[in-house]
Every structure is written in structure tokens, then in C-alpha cells.
């Protein structure tokens, strides 16, 4: 029976650090794209646009309804075949491509929920002074549904750090792909893999209090 290397914990622990911005930047700039696609399928969806509402039910419909890893597989190793343009994306740019489009399906219908959310009357209120629905979309309804839909935005935003470790599928070397790698050359399998688990769960443990204080600030000024 074998028992738990501390030593060769600790010297890993600033070799998976390391990749830490990595894994953290993967995140941001797909929580970013993510979000601003999102809002634009959700105005799409709320504003039952003839055409592009059915054409993002079926984005909406696949990126849901199929597994992240089969999509990147599909971006990073299909897409190539068909579009040779495609040929020239790297692991990284293909990872944030695909957590940005997954996400988003998922942001979008959130984002509709907060929407449709909000009262009634403010709709009616903004039709009252001249405002067409897009003006009153973008002035009036999206700040109040953003407050709304923050907790659940950032709970997605959690979800992206963890679905980065799937990013060394495709051959990145972020903070799980460092862990099998020295996996790999030392056969402590077991202790990178919980090494990394660690890292996780404190970031997102980190998150978490964070969200949870955002939280109970919105609703003591929703309170007021």
C-alpha cells in the first residue's frame, strides 16, 4: 500500500501556480465573449425577431443539449477538415472558443429569464415617453435584469474555471495538463491530481464568498 507524498506536493504546488493565469485568463475572456453574445441572443429571443429567434432556439437548443468536450473536440479536430482556416486555431484560442459558445447558450436563457423579470409597468413606462423597444431594452429593462441575473452570471463564471481542465484535451498546458504531466513523469498520479482538485476548490471556494456577499448587498438595496 502506498502512502501520501507531502514532499512532492509542496514542489509541485508552484509548478501548477504557474498555470494558474493561464487557466484564470481562459475564464475571463470567455465569460466576457460570453456574456456579450449572451445579452445579444437574449434581446433576439425577448424581442421575437422573425428568423434569428428560431435560429437561436437551435444554437441555443445544441449547445445545451450536447457535451462541452464533444464540442471542443468538434472546433479543435473537425472543424479543420471543412474549413482549412480553422487549421491555423491553437488549443487555447479553440478552448475559449468553446466554453464562449457553450456558455452562452446557457448565460442567453438566464439573461431572458431576468428580462422577462422585471416588472411590466417599466416596459409600459418607457413605450409612455417614446422609446422603441431596443431603446428601452438598452436604458431601462437590461440594468435592472442585470442585477437580477448577476448571482446566476457568476455562477457560470465558477463553472468556466472548472471547464478549463478540459482544455488539455486539446493539448494546453494549463493547470490540469501540468498536473498529468508531472503525473506522467513521476507516476504520483494521485497526488497531482489532488493537488489540482485543491487548487480548484479553494478558487472556487474564493468565488463562492464573493457571490454570496454580492448577494446579500443586492438585497439589502433591493430591500430599501
Excluded: C
Excluded at 75 to 96: C, D, K, R, V, W
Amino acid at each position: 500500500m502506498g502512502t501520501l507524498d507531502l514532499d512532492f506536493m509542496l514542489g509541485l504546488v508552484p509548478i501548477l501556480l504557474r498555470y494558474l493565469p493561464l487557466t484564470l485568463g481562459m475564464a475571463l475572456a470567455a465569460m466576457v465573449l460570453a456574456l456579450a453574445l449572451a445579452v445579444v441572443l437574449a434581446m433576439v429571443r425577448v424581442l421575437r425577431l422573425p428568423v434569428l429567434d428560431q435560429i437561436v432556439m437551435g444554437f441555443v437548443s445544441f449547445f445545451r443539449g450536447t457535451p462541452l468536450l464533444v464540442q471542443l473536440f468538434l472546433f479543435y479536430y473537425g472543424l479543420p477538415q471543412i474549413i482549412p482556416a480553422f487549421s491555423a486555431i491553437n488549443g487555447i484560442t479553440a478552448a475559449i472558443m468553446g466554453i464562449t459558445l457553450h456558455f452562452a447558450a446557457y448565460m442567453a436563457e438566464s439573461i431572458r429569464a431576468a428580462i422577462l423579470g422585471v416588472d411590466r409597468s417599466q416596459w409600459e413606462a418607457s413605450q409612455a415617453v417614446g422609446m422603441t423597444q431596443l431603446q428601452a431594452l438598452r436604458r431601462i429593462i437590461l440594468p435592472q435584469a442585470a442585477r437580477i441575473a448577476a448571482p446566476t452570471l457568476l455562477n457560470y463564471f465558477i463553472d468556466m474555471i472548472k471547464a478549463t481542465s478540459l482544455a488539455f484535451t486539446l493539448g494546453v498546458t494549463e493547470m490540469m495538463g501540468a498536473a498529468q504531466k508531472e503525473a506522467a513523469s513521476s507516476f504520483r498520479y494521485f497526488e497531482a491530481f489532488l493537488l489540482v482538485a485543491i487548487i480548484y476548490w479553494a478558487v472556487v471556494e474564493t468565488l463562492s464568498t464573493v457571490q454570496r456577499r454580492l448577494e446579500l448587498r443586492m438585497n439589502r438595496a433591493l430591500a430599501r
